[in-house]
């Protein structure tokens, strides 16, 4: 069964009792596991109870097929309804799943967990496809979301921000949900009970995040400074984002740029552009906005945002090494800016 992604919260306060298995994918895997212990505990609210959770994994069904039928039919010992988590799926394991929602046994709730799925990928057919099964996907916070997930996670130490200090969080929060907690959490330890973030308090507490390498990298690719990406860019790996977490990320950035390039009318200033962003650029960003959108054109950015997809389905499917694959992309995007560089030097000489 599909569902529409504006029912996904009021599904995990309260769930479909006719579902019997619910798979969440996606490449936001910290918002995967997230989810997936919200809706655990409306069955258990303690997931490391051995009496009314089972803990599988891809692996194991693959070596035991039964063992999902057997886990889910299981008559919990203590009482109530039994829960059974599945982590590390892939298609592998779509076959036994299949199987399992045709006639789902006894009344256990099976949560699975998966990476990033494609539309064709045969476990996301098999929950579309099931009356008893639910696929969700995971994706990154859009800013709207990342902002209410701030302010959410402030105000319950009753701790209020400065603007900039938002703006700046969502600027450098985001990729995963996890780590995003995790940031927020350190953040409201420094800031203490009812205390005030500021733009040098956010800075500071998230300063030795791998986001801020990320950050530099992107902007030092969209600038085309070559020697710039090869230093962050070798900083961003040794931090450990993998190769499509970098290439997504510079794919955002390229599609902001390309929505903004189509805003300005005739004779309208950069500066009201950039001011009218949303989510708000961070002012320290905003002269590298300024020289991007100097040196990019439409064509250009729609060129380069068609290679960087075709860059994360190489990585995904060929089994060429990935940060050589995202390497070259970025690289790609650097020379392509050379040009209007050089014609913007041209014209100011």
């Not at 959490?185 to 300063?207: H, Q, W």
Request: charged residues 25%; hydrophobic residues 45%.
């Amino acid at each position: 069964m599909k569902l529409a992604a504006g029912r996904v919260e009021g599904f995990l306060r309260r769930p479909d009792p006719a579902i019997r298995a619910v798979l969440f994918y996606g490449p936001d895997a910290g918002l995967v596991r997230e989810r997936a212990e919200t809706l655990g505990r409306l069955i258990a609210p303690d997931l490391r109870d051995p009496f009314r959770v089972a803990d599988l994994t891809g692996a194991m069904l693959t070596g035991d097929p039964a063992r999902l039928y057997d886990e889910a039919a299981q008559i919990s010992l203590m009482g109530g309804q039994r829960l059974v988590r599945v982590r590390e799926l892939g298609d592998a394991q779509s076959a036994i799943f299949g199987r399992f929602l045709a006639d789902p046994p006894g009344d256990g709730l099976v949560v699975a967990e998966a990476g990033d799925l494609p539309a064709r990928a045969a476990l996301r057919r098999v929950f579309d496809d099931a009356p008893s099964g639910i696929a969700i996907g995971c994706y990154p916070d859009s800013a709207r979301d990342l902002t209410e997930v701030i302010r959410e996670a402030l105000a319950a130490h009753q701790i209020t921000a400065s603007r900039d200090a938002v703006d700046f969080l969502v600027s450098h929060l985001g990729g995963d949900r996890l780590l995003t907690r995790a940031e927020l959490e350190k953040l409201t330890l420094y800031a203490g009970d009812g205390g005030r973030i500021e733009l040098d308090d956010a800075r500071l507490s998230i300063a030795d995040s791998a986001a801020l390498s990320l950050d530099d990298a992107v902007l030092a690719a969209a600038e085309g400074d070559a020697a710039a990406l090869d230093r962050t860019l070798s900083r961003v790996f040794q931090e450990g984002e993998s190769p499509v977490s970098v290439i997504r990320a510079v794919l955002r950035h390229l599609q902001r740029l390309h929505a903004l390039s189509a805003r300005p009318t005739v004779g309208e200033p950069v500066d009201n552009v950039l001011r009218a962003a949303r989510p708000p650029i961070f002012f320290k960003q905003q002269d590298s906005f300024k020289r991007q959108l100097a040196r990019w054109r439409e064509p250009q950015l729609r060129h380069q945002l068609d290679a960087l997809a075709a860059a994360e389905t190489r990585i995904k499917t060929t089994g060429m090494p990935a940060e050589a694959v995202c390497r070259a992309a970025l690289f790609a995007i650097t020379e392509a800016v050379q040009p209007a560089r050089s014609n913007t030097s041209n014209r100011s000489s």
